[in-house]
């Protein structure tokens, strides 16, 4: 079995299988996992693993960082929180420090209605 991928942005296929006959794929995160029979005998079974990423671009691991403005004030206080993290972010969940709800998008704002010391994260 021939197998190919294709890139949706480029409008290109590339082959990711070669003669042998190859089963079983699976997408897990950015791999293609599959299995490959090379021999021809159906017996003997190797494994592949293809990793997806664009050409020629490396994925780089979120390191989190954040602004908030303002950062003291009198209440009830209205900060804006900012998201100024590096690599790849793909999700975000904001915890105030106030027991207040988790919030999951990129850019928040939040009102503090107690006057107090609070750890964002």
Not at 31 to 58: A, C, K, P
Not at 64 to 72: H, K, L, T, V
Request: hydrophobic residues 30%; charged residues 15%; neutral net charge.
């Amino acid at each position: 079995m021939l197998m190919r991928m294709y890139n949706i942005s480029t409008s290109t296929e590339t082959e990711i299988t070669t003669s042998y006959a190859a089963a079983y794929p699976a997408i897990y995160g950015n791999r293609i996992v599959l299995t490959g029979d090379r021999n021809g005998d159906n017996v003997n079974n190797d494994i592949y693993m293809f990793t997806i990423s664009e050409e020629g671009q490396t994925l780089k691991p979120p390191v989190a960082d954040f602004s908030a403005i303002p950062s003291s004030g009198k209440v009830p206080l209205k900060v804006t929180f900012t998201d100024k993290s590096t690599g790849t972010s793909t999700s975000w969940k904001w915890s105030f420090g106030d027991r207040s709800p988790l919030k999951t998008v990129q850019n928040s704002e939040h009102i503090y209605s107690t006057a107090g010391i609070y750890t964002v994260m």
